[in-house]
């Protein structure tokens, strides 16, 4: 009797773009018409992806479209097979997004809106609770975020990432700001998201922290995002690749 073969599942990416087209006027572009961020294709899979690029080149933006923080113009997102605009509670309640600049409603508690992460989360406020001792916040829970410093305020976002098990993390300059353990936090965190299968997608200046991490990298320029290749395995000489292209060199090893 012979062997019945069972054709294998092929994995969908647990990011995906699709056509997507976005500029934050769209009446009033760039001078050749060119909109902020144009991406045909994209797939990213489980790992740790660095996002790199020039100021201004699109990698905040293109994370804000991913994280469901800017709806596309045109095309479509998915995260972890969800439809992020047609789908959305089951999209957000696998998404983690920690921002450059905390935008967190100023006259809610810290404590109410890491509670309502947890909710959407499916989970009890118990793992709220954890999420703000874990970053120093468990004593200021009490507080409106108004009346939080800029750096408790990174913290408290950083506290909402932190609940749960996200399968989709977006961290954009997420070590600026923040102190030696705090940061030391950060890194092992994404660490453990990307060895439990996640797909975390990092842009941030500081690449040594994160060089032993980094499954992928994505350059982002002049709206365009390419991925690139042949990144060495050695870590000295990683090191010195992603450097160069984050400073938007071309690699020489």
């Known amino acids: 009797m012979s062997e019945r073969r069972v054709a294998a599942v092929p994995l969908v990416p647990l990011v995906r773009l699709r056509d997507v087209r976005f500029a934050y006027d769209p009446r009033a572009g760039a001078a050749d018409g060119a909109p902020a961020l144009a991406c045909d294709a994209l797939d990213v899979g489980a790992g740790l992806t660095l996002v790199v690029g020039p100021n201004g080149a699109g990698k905040s933006t293109l994370l804000r479209l991913v994280a469901g923080v800017e709806p596309p113009q045109h095309g479509r997102v998915w995260l972890d097979g969800h439809d992020l605009w047609r789908d959305e509670v089951a999209a957000r309640a696998r998404l983690a997004y920690v921002p450059e600049h905390p935008e967190l409603a100023p006259y809610a508690s810290v404590g109410d809106v890491v509670r309502l992460v947890a909710r959407l989360r499916g989970l009890a406020d118990d793992a709220a609770w954890a999420a703000l001792e874990r970053v120093g916040l468990h004593d200021l829970a009490h507080r409106t975020v108004r009346e939080l410093s800029m750096g408790q305020r990174r913290r408290a976002l950083l506290a909402a990432a932190f609940v749960g098990e996200p399968r989709v993390v977006v961290l954009d300059e997420p070590l600026e700001a923040m102190d030696r ?68 060199e071309t690699p020489s090893l």
């Open 181 to 248: 353990p705090t940061r030391a936090a950060i890194v092992a965190w994404a660490a453990a998201r990307r060895a439990a299968g996640a797909a975390v997608l990092v842009a941030t200046h500081e690449v040594a922290p994160f060089a032993p991490l980094v499954d992928a990298v994505l350059v982002v320029a002049a709206g365009a995002v390419r991925r690139a290749t042949d990144m060495p395995d050695a870590l000295a000489a990683r090191a010195r690749w992603l450097d160069a292209i984050a400073g938007g």
